[in-house]
């Protein structure tokens, strides 16, 4: 029933997929993946002894109360399917006649390798119980291959994920069952072709595929130009990834926005222009989304750690809008002196602070269909020019932005939860005048609808400006500012915290200064700094450390947890989670402190391309 002639090499799934496919997500080897992912730090973790407890008592509820329900319903053992492809897995999205109505074709490609046997006996033991069931299927042959099309009623598809969802304690999963699996059937296509497991819901994909397999000829998303060069940057070194056609959805959006335009025409008045929302064409334009003809994203090791990359296939030539802000000219991007070693988080962009505000001006101008952000800056202008005539915001606060944006967080004060959800961070902007600018923001603050003020203090030779709510906030005193800021040197400064503002405003400099980190510095190398615009640093050693602190003093549960960070969960929720992921059985940071280390990660261009990329180092003491 089921072809299993074994093709001497299955091709990659850009030889596979139609040239127009719309996006692809690929594991090329799923046994590699497997493999990189055991020698990473987390894994090796994992396996730790001083995590048996919490694991062992992790995996027994989790096969308990996860695995056995859904086995239970679906009357099948999931460890005979989670090893059972060992080649590539991916998913397409497939471009087709009726696109625009119906969305892309999905398609799933998986290969079993060797197990191309155990795949067949599954197929036919899933198709067994589905006639068992009552269920409707019929058998369709594409190119040959025998497919097996199961007929999907709604009200049954319901009914499974309702039993699914009962087993966790979700009750009401949807109220209004269709009253026949008849209505809203839909059909999904499952075959198999040597060691390759086919799923989709539309033949002619499905066709289009096996066509590749044979050797048609037919043009594939390897004749891609944009796919092309997203696999020559880091497809063919990556563990997986994934790709989008950015021009193509693009198209099929102003495509389908076209048509609605044209049906309608005859049948609405003279519409106003401000009335006339932008068209998608114009959106994209003004964002300078228009020049990018792919996305894409990759995983992948070398020996000195892992990275993770993410791409916009656009010419330097094509770049506008938002785009054409990136750095075309090489700028430090280290840390300054005064960012201390032991900071949790640290990021440095230079982008051009007042091209940066004419750009948005002029991609919501272009956007919108009345100037709002004209009218705005008229509206602050006329409002302080009554107290000072000379005032000019464009002059007194635009010009005065450098091109030096930096930020920087060090470790939460204390292990209590509020702490560890707020820790002091402070922000810095770049100004050729920075007095200048700290005056236009004391200015404009109050006026912005007297709900707030500006109280002045001096410190340290300098002047410190907070600013104060003119109303009792909620569980806050009046006199507690929002924000204070000063001007230091270069920098305008903010923060919310008090204490880190006047360490800063002292200019005493750290003991230990970050940019005296070897292994960072080592790290940084990986980004191609030269012609970036943008660098951050995240401590996950340190991030870490306070977070299993706070949780060993304060007799944390995973359900505080859910609480600090604002995840909304039921009590009967929270007992289950609970019940299963027991944080009191987790070791202390020394126990495990060896697989924590630090992530780097920049945004630079190339003459082809603006890439996002992030590096993680192997922590020192994992390297072999």
């Known amino acids: 029933m089921l ?93 087709t006649e009726n696109v625009v109505e119906k969305g892309p074709a999905t398609i799933l490609i998986a290969d079993a390798g060797d197990r191309a046997s155990q795949l067949q006996s599954n197929l036919i033991a899933i198709r067994k119980k589905w006639v ?38 979700i009750t009401e999963l949807q109220e209004d069952l269709d009253e026949t699996n008849t209505v809203n059937e839909s059909e999904l296509y499952v075959g198999q072709k040597g060691s390759l497991l086919l799923v989709g819901g539309d033949p002619k994909s499905l066709e289009a595929v096996l066509a590749s397999l044979d050797g048609s000829g037919r043009q594939t998303l390897s004749d891609s ?12 070194k990556s563990q997986w990834y ?110 051009d602070g007042a091209k940066f505000w004419n750009t ?19 509206m602050i202008n006329s409002a302080m020019r009554e107290k000072n005539p000379d005032f000019d915001f464009e002059k007194d606060f635009v010009k005065n932005l450098g091109d030096d944006f930096i930020s920087y967080e060090m470790p939460p004060r204390t292990s209590k939860p509020e702490d560890l959800a707020s820790p002091p961070k402070i922000y810095l902007i770049g100004s050729g005048d920075p007095e200048k600018l ?9 006026e912005l609808g007297g709900a707030l003020t500006v109280k002045e203090r001096e410190f340290a030779g300098r002047k410190i400006y907070s600013v104060i709510p003119t109303v009792v906030r909620q569980s806050k005193s009046a006199k507690e500012p929002i924000i204070s800021f000063a001007a230091v040197n270069r920098y305008i400064a903010f923060s919310s915290d008090t204490a ?43 991030s870490m450390k306070a977070f299993l602190g706070s949780l060993k003093q304060n007799g944390g ?30 070791p202390s940071y020394d126990a495990i402190s060896k697989y924590f280390h630090f992530q780097v990660t920049s945004l630079f261009t190339t003459p082809e391309a603006v890439i996002l990329r992030s590096f993680a180092p192997t922590p020192p003491m994992l390297k072999k």
């Open 3 to 95: 072809s299993t002639t074994q093709a001497a090499t299955v091709p990659p799934a850009e030889r596979l997929l139609p040239h127009d496919t719309l996006a692809v997500f690929s594991i090329p080897s799923v046994k590699s993946l497997n493999e990189a992912s055991e020698r990473s730090p987390m894994m090796q973790l994992w396996r730790d002894p001083a995590m048996r407890p919490f694991r062992e008592n992790f995996t027994k509820k989790f096969e308990s109360t996860v695995v056995k329900p859904i086995e239970d319903v679906l009357q099948i053992k999931l460890a005979d399917y989670t090893n059972l492809i060992t080649g590539q897995f991916t998913i397409g999205f497939l471009n």
């Open 132 to 169: 068992d069931g009552g269920n409707k299927l019929r058998t369709e042959k594409i190119r040959d291959v025998e497919f097996t099309v199961y007929i999907i009623g709604q009200k049954k598809l319901t009914e499974t994920f309702q039993k699914i969802a009962e087993k966790f304690g």
């Open 225 to 236: 130009p944009s796919f092309k060069f997203c696999s020559s940057y880091h497809f063919r």
């Open 242 to 351: 994934l790709w989008i056609n950015v021009r193509g959805i693009m198209d099929l959006i102003i495509k389908a926005y076209d048509e609605e335009q044209k049906k309608a025409k005859d049948e609405e008045s003279e519409v106003s222009v401000f009335a006339k929302p932008p068209s998608p064409a114009q959106i994209f334009d003004a964002l300078g989304l228009s020049g990018v003809r792919a996305v894409s994203a990759a995983y992948y090791e070398d020996a000195d750690g892992v990275y993770f990359e993410g791409l916009a296939f656009v010419p330097m030539g094509e770049r506008k809008g938002l785009l054409d802000l990136l750095t075309k000219e090489k700028k430090d991007l280290m840390p300054p002196d005064f960012v201390a070693a032991e900071v949790a988080t640290w990021a440095r962009w230079r982008i």
């Open 360 to 378: 948005m001006l002029k991609v919501a101008g272009e956007i919108l269909p009345f100037p709002v952000a004209d009218q705005l800056i008229a």
């Open 438 to 446: 700290v005056t236009t923001v004391c200015t404009v603050i109050p």
């Open 500 to 542: 880190l503002l006047e360490e800063f405003v002292r200019q005493k400099g750290p003991d230990a200064k970050l940019r005296e980190n070897e292994q960072l510095m080592r790290a940084l190398r990986k980004l191609e700094l030269d012609s970036a615009t943008g660098v951050s640093y995240l401590n996950n050693a340190v």
């Open 557 to 586: 549960t995973v359900t505080n947890i859910a609480d600090l960070f604002g995840i909304p969960l039921e009590a009967q929720q929270k007992e289950k989670l609970a019940n299963w992921i027991d944080v009191t059985l987790l």
